[in-house]
């Protein structure tokens, strides 16, 4: 009997696999029509979008040509290269037609129709107009065509096979479109569209399970971001005109932005018009709060403290000053500084471990850096200094122990 029900769901499980892989892997007609020549303001428009969906961010490899692909995108089931998109014919998208492009940002399939994995984030994209999409791929056609073959993917089986992907998409894909809001002011309802669409903000702003699928990833409640360690806080409920200053300039009164924002900053925010940097600060903002993530806030040696505030006075307080205040407006302040106080701590052992440089922007060309401790510190040292700057002068987080530093190094 048992036996019997065993085997009959795992028959209804094989059916409904099947099914929804057919569905996945089934082709589509009428991807061969050709569009007419664009218009040279369609082509800028396509620019300007390419710029808010940051496509040469991961379509570039460091010092290669813009576009051209080859970056690894690292993720916890292996790493995922992102393809050649200028207009080459035998290794670029020279051979794609409008139609077949935006059935990629739609529905997450390439020209031959194989499905493409998330790490493209078609997730977000699939909220994209027709009519922004088709001047995405008029921009990416004036892109001068380079010759450069894509790189095979290295995951590990099984997320290796179309199957698994195809089972990923049913659990966690529904092709779909930006609806506005009409209770909402147009400003809102523009910055939702490019926030949830074309941003692709949920890729680290919101948390992830363990197949890799955006929990709620409306709310932006904050995420981690898996291989590399940083923490993409929650947004909503803060501060829209300190946003809008972070992802404009790279700074704010309070500190700049670091790690992988530094990077969406430089490519992406900072080239867009400022109308809509407020319009996606003002949205963002307006989230719900995400409930504050309670720690328990183990008690902390004094000696430890103690040890830290040796440390930062000593390598620290030059540039961010005797108690945390900043200087100068050119290093940012620790005390009070919201980042710093994270319930999370990657960031900060991120920015001790490596220093870094705020992005240069059109409204701070040149920022001033930090250099990195990794050799100087050792892991007990800079727990100790990190716990002292999210203790002391007023900050209230909870300290950081040798071994998460060991987990971010
Ligand atoms: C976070 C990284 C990331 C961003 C941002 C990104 N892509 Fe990609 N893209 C990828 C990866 C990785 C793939 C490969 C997916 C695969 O092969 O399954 C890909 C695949 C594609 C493909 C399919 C190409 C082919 O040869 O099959 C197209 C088209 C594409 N991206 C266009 C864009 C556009 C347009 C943008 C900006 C609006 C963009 N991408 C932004 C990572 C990214
Ligand atoms: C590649 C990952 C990534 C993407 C994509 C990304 N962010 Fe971030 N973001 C981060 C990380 C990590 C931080 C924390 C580091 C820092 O404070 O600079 C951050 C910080 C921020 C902050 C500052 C939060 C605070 O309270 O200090 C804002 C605002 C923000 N992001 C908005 C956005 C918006 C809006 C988008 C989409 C247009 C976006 N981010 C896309 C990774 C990302
Ligand atoms: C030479 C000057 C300098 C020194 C020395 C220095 N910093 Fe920094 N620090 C900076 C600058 C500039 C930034 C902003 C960098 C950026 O935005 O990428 C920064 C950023 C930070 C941040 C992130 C703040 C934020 O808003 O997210 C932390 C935390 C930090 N420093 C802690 C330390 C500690 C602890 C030490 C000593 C072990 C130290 N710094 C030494 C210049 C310095």
Redesign the pocket.
Same mark, same amino acid.
């Given at each position: 009997m048992i036996k019997r029900i065993v085997s009959i769901v795992l028959a209804l499980l094989v059916a409904t696999v099947a099914l929804v892989a057919w569905l996945n892997l089934r082709g589509e007609d009428g991807l061969d029509s050709p569009s007419p020549a664009p218009t040279a303001d369609t082509v800028a428009r396509g620019a300007y979008l390419a710029r808010a969906g940051n496509c040469m961010g991961c379509h570039t490899t460091q010092g290669g040509a813009e576009y051209a692909g080859g970056r690894g995108i690292d993720t916890p089931f292996g790493t995922v290269f992102a393809p050649n998109l200028t207009p080459d014919e035998a290794t670029g998208l020279g051979r794609w037609t409008e139609p077949e492009f935006w059935r990629a940002m739609h529905n997450g399939r390439a020209k031959d129709g194989r499905l493409l994995y998330p790490a493209f984030p078609y997730t977000n994209f699939t909220q994209v107009s027709r009519a922004d999409s088709a001047a995405i791929y008029a921009f990416l056609r004036s892109l001068p065509p380079v010759s450069q073959a894509n790189r095979p993917h290295e995951l590990r089986f099984p997320y290796d096979s179309q199957l698994s992907l195809a089972v990923w998409r049913a659990l966690y894909f529904r092709p779909g479109s930006f609806e506005p809001d009409p209770r909402q002011a147009a400003d809102w309802n523009r910055g939702a569209y490019l926030v949830r669409g074309l941003g692709h903000c949920s890729a680290c702003h919101a948390e992830r399970d363990a197949l890799g699928g955006s929990v709620d990833e409306l709310r932006l409640a904050g995420g981690l971001i898996p291989v590399q360690n940083w923490y993409a806080p929650g947004v909503g409920g803060g501060d829209p005109a300190r946003f809008a200053a972070l992802m404009k300039d790279g700074v704010s009164k309070h500190? +700049? &932005? /670091?790690g992988p924002m @530094?990077e969406v900053v430089y490519l992406s925010s900072s080239h867009l018009e400022g109308s809509d940097v407020q319009a996606m600060a003002r949205y963002v903002a307006s989230l719900e709060p995400a409930e504050p993530v309670k720690r328990k806030s183990k008690g902390i040696d004094a000696s430890v403290l103690d040890l830290g505030q040796r #440390? =930062?006075d000593k $390598?620290?307080a030059?540039? $961010?000053g005797a108690h945390g205040e900043g200087r100068d407006g #050119? =290093? *940012?302040p620790?005390a009070g %500084?919201p +980042? &710093?106080q994270l319930s999370a701590a990657q %960031?900060?052992v991120q @920015? #001790?471990l490596h220093?870094?440089? @705020?992005p240069a922007t059109p409204g701070n060309p040149r *920022?001033?850096? /930090?250099?990195p401790?990794t050799h100087a510190?050792d892991e007990a040292e800079i727990a100790a &200094? @990190?716990s002292f &700057?999210r203790q002391a002068w007023g900050n209230s987080a909870p300290p950081v122990s040798a071994l998460e530093v060991m987990r971010v190094r």
């Open positions: 500190g +700049s &932005v /670091m @530094a #440390i =930062y $390598h620290c030059d540039c $961010h #050119i =290093y *940012p620790l %500084n +980042s &710093v %960031n900060t @920015a #001790i220093g870094g440089f @705020a *920022p001033a850096g /930090m250099p401790f510190l &200094v @990190a &700057v």
